[in-house]
């Protein structure tokens, strides 16, 4: 072939394009987050969390609507009062830590790459698979916990497999899985464990009677580094806040599993989904071939052990997410890279399965919004059908090289997402928006009004909307004691779902709030005692 037509091809693979493609995938996911709410009830109830914290400056006891909050360790609530001391109290703030987290974990990912052997293109290609899987890139623009974790365990494994003094490599597991601890508790010694065990069977070094013992000892430094914070915690936050941390976080947990409890092999139909859009590509899931010469002898086996164990053990136990295999994504996306890179170079692919999907997601949408449920159909927009049609199109006729292809098709997912997420079901985010209902009761609040949540299990949803400080009084969902509560606040407002609330008030004193697949009702504890009959509420005697 002349130098003329291989020039096209030299294009397609610059080093420079990985990049680049990774750096706008990244920027989709930043900008996704920050274009939509915080959504209720997870996003709402961690960032109010948080608030909570900066109001009382007790870094060490979380608390929530002014009860303490035992349910997750601190660092996440930690890292955003970090950034508001810095930025102050805003929003955007804590809708950039996932994202700079996740960016570190993917240099985390590099770097533990670079570490087992890999080429340099494979750790580029690896960067970009990862970032463009559905699971990673919908929880970078996500207020949750499942990114950190993942991140501090990559640089767990970086230093584990690193090759710099002992001494250091030690000390950076003890911090980095010390911090992977703080930030969701043990369910990361399931991921950690395997790969420890396992150090003989994969590790390059000659044998060194030290170096397991060391990387043992620096796991126990790391439990304790979380068992300290919970011990002191316990003791600061009192006897219900110590059993509930110390005991119900990890015995009563094992045994009230029930809540997301699924069946063994649940996790198997799930991996596809959360591996897209690479599971749409034969060419990326290739994973069952022989080694390359430029595969690392060993690194496959650390890399399936890293996959499959926590797998197998996270399936073993009865409560499941799809959130928590987060830790298994990035062996499996190191994995996907070394087949993509070491394909056939005079091979050329096509995207058309992709684009069928892409095509057939668009046409759910259309057939929702004309003849499906009315609440679903109007939180879509058809603005974003006709442009993941026009991806699809595009991806369709495209025929590139393997890693070329590959980089395209992790932009076009992603592209993909992001329409789906800003445009498509744009009508939905007033419907979870909760600045509108937050204003209301900061105002009723500066105005010294008592006002309390009407039904079970309050999340905290407006106190950071409306920098609420002082927490929600909460009243059962029954009638009696809405009447109770009336009698002794007047001057008292409620707030709560349209369909619980008593359904005779006056109207004009009355304001509500598109929630969801409902409505959110605020409204003054008189407009009740207006209207409701006698025999309903009856006044103290």
Not at 205 to 227: G, K, S
Not at 228 to 256: C, F, K, M, P, T
Not at 483 to 504: A, K
Request: some cysteine.
């Amino acid at each position: 072939m002349s130098g003329r037509g291989q020039r096209p091809d030299r294009l397609i693979d610059h080093p420079g394009l990985p990049w680049g493609a990774l750096l706008l995938v990244w920027l989709a996911g930043v900008l996704s987050f920050q274009l939509r709410p915080i959504m209720p009830i997870d996003e709402t109830r961690y960032i109010s969390v948080a608030w909570e914290m900066w109001q009382s400056g007790q870094w060490w006891v979380a608390h929530m609507n002014g009860a303490p909050y035992a349910d997750k360790p601190p660092l996440l609530f930690w890292l955003i009062n970090l950034g508001w001391g810095v930025f102050g109290v805003n929003d955007w703030w804590p809708r950039l830590i996932m994202p700079l987290a996740s960016l570190l974990g993917l240099f985390q990912l590099r770097r533990i790459a670079l570490n087992l052997g890999y080429e340099a293109r494979t750790a580029r290609m690896a960067l970009l698979v990862l970032m463009s899987m559905l699971m990673w890139w919908l929880y970078s623009a996500t207020l949750m916990f499942d990114i950190l974790l993942t991140t501090c365990l990559l640089g767990a494994v970086a230093a584990l497999t690193g090759t710099g003094v002992l001494r250091r490599r030690v000390i950076g597991v003890t911090l980095w899985l010390g911090l992977a601890l703080l930030a969701k508790g043990p369910a990361v010694m399931l991921s950690w464990l395997p790969i420890l065990v396992t150090l003989p069977l994969w590790s390059e070094r000659p044998a060194d009677e030290r170096r397991p013992l060391m990387f043992w000892l620096a796991t126990v430094a790391a439990l304790l580094i979380l068992l300290g914070w919970a011990l002191s915690s316990a003791w600061i936050g009192g006897d219900a806040y110590a059993s509930n941390l110390l005991w119900h976080q990890s015995v009563d947990r094992l045994e009230q599993v029930a809540d997301h409890a699924r069946p063994f092999w649940w996790y198997l139909p799930m991996l596809p989904v959360l591996l897209l859009p690479w599971s749409l590509w034969l060419p990326a899931l290739k994973l069952w071939r022989r080694n390359s010469p430029a595969t690392p002898r060993k690194a496959r086996r650390l890399l399936w052990v890293w996959a499959l164990a926590p797998l197998v053990l996270f399936s073993l136990v009865s409560g499941k997410q799809a959130h928590y295999l987060m830790p298994i994504l990035p062996p499996l996306a190191l994995l996907i890279a070394e087949v993509l890179t070491h394909s056939v170079p005079a091979q050329r692919r096509t995207l058309r399965v992709p684009a069928i999907a892409l095509f057939a997601t668009g046409a759910l949408a259309l057939i929702v919004k004309m003849v499906g449920n009315a609440e679903l159909a109007a939180m879509l927009s058809l603005h974003g059908v006709w442009l993941l049609w026009v991806l699809a199109a595009a991806a369709a006729v495209i025929r590139l090289q393997t890693t070329a292809a590959a980089t395209l098709l992790a932009m076009i997912g992603t592209a993909s997402l992001t329409l789906i997420l800003t445009i498509m079901m744009a009508p939905l985010w007033p419907r979870v928006d909760t600045q509108r209902p937050g204003a209301l009761l900061s105002q009723l609040e500066h105005q010294g009004h008592p006002v309390a949540w009407y039904g079970r299990n309050y999340q905290a949803s407006f106190q950071f909307a409306g920098r609420l400080t002082t927490p929600l009084q909460t009243i059962d969902s029954r009638p009696a004691d809405l009447c109770h509560w009336r009698q002794d606040h007047p001057d008292g407002w409620v707030i709560g779902d349209s369909r619980q609330l008593p359904s005779l008030y006056v109207p004009a004193l009355a304001q509500d709030f598109p929630w969801r697949s409902r409505m959110l009702r605020v409204m003054p504890v008189s407009a009740l005692q207006i209207a409701t009959p006698f025999f309903l509420c009856p006044e103290p005697l």
